[in-house]
């Protein structure tokens, strides 16, 4: 006689935070409200910490340090790092230097908010000061900015996020659990039976529902991460520019990128992050870089052609060009 397994019930809750969308889902429904107030109070102090858009947050006060180094908490330090490794593993094309970038095309507040704004921007070609510029002393917990230099952790930060609540909250729960902030996923703990069972779409829309254009592909992840970046979701028009919030380092301004969006799974979420981000950066060729690092990726180009590099899984439904 062959035993059956059940599978694992899951239970899942979803809200925002970050600017985004936030949902966590665990094997375990009667552990959903602690892992929900857990991942809550962690996710305010990832905000108060690295936030772009707050005035009091830890690395809004780094623009008044004069190029001084300065003490910062065990939490900014860990982001930074994230941030500053992300930069070296892909040759500068994710860097967190861009922050001036960023306010110089108008996305300079929560995402809602950028698209109500019609003041004018004007755009100009300009580097991004460089990562290399950014010293972070993780022995003395100092970190020193140049005087000018405006960092933007949004590249990394929330995926990092996602890695370290998924890995906290099965610790303390004890039980399956995925974190995903918008779309960005962390998975930790026993899986359900099968793998926790991921759509990956090229067009933004709700999780529970098939989309009703594009393509798509469904992926069974057991650990470590999954990102998806693009050039579609967060678009917005101002002064008769059409911008979106992928910034090239080398211009200061919206990369300019073959791919419609990037998918990666890979080791962590912030790894599988920082390729995709990287990848819209590098352009064509890019899934040659991602087949050479070894990453299972999912690229989709403006005409709604998909790449895919070796280790990513068959599509296990038709998949459709986009309209």
Known sequence: MTATIAPRPTAAAEWRALGTTVRLVVTDPALLDSCNLLLARQLAEVDAACSRFRTDSELAALDTTHGRPVRVSPLLSEALGVAL???????????????????AIGYDRDFTLVREDDRPVSLRVRRAPGWRRVTLDRATGTVTVPEGVR??????AKAWAADRAATMLARAAGCGVLVSLGGDTAVAGAPPAGGWQIRVQDITGPVDEAPAQGSYDTVGLRSGGLATSGTGARRWRRGGYDLHHIVDPRTGLPVRSPWRTVSVAAGTCADANAATTAALVKGAGAERWLTRLGLPARLVTHRGTVVTTPGWPAPAVPLEAAA
């Not at 593993?89 to 960023?102: K, Q």
């Not at 960092?151 to 990394?156: K, P, R, S, V, Y």
Request: no cysteine; net charge negative; hydrophobic share 45%.
């Open 85 to 103: 490794r992300a930069a070296e593993a892909t040759d500068g094309a994710v860097d967190p230097t861009v922050g001036s970038a960023m306010e």
């Open 151 to 156: 960092l933007d952790l949004g590249a990394t």
